[in-house]
């Protein structure tokens, strides 16, 4: 990802955490597609990637 970010001259980027506040809406409206079942990132893991990121001169904005 970080050699992808360089190539395009990519300097920033911002860290959202996934959520899944939405997989229940999707049981109301009969969605015939799977829930993904992903469980939400913790702060100290988002925080990992930050510093990775950091470590490459990519300025990182952190969500929580």
């Known amino acids: 990802?970080?050699?992808?970010?360089?190539?395009?001259?990519?300097?920033?980027?911002?860290?959202l955490p996934y959520h899944n506040m939405g997989e229940s809406k999707a049981d109301k409206i009969e969605s015939p597609l799977p829930g993904l079942n992903l469980n939400p990132l913790?702060?100290?893991?988002?925080?990992?990637?930050?510093?990775?990121?950091?470590?490459?001169?990519?300025t990182t904005i952190l969500y929580r």
């Open 42 to 58: 913790s702060t100290d893991e988002l925080r990992g990637f930050q510093h990775f990121f950091e470590e490459e001169n990519i």
């Open 1 to 15: 990802i970080v050699d992808l970010l360089k190539k395009y001259g990519i300097e920033k980027i911002h860290l």
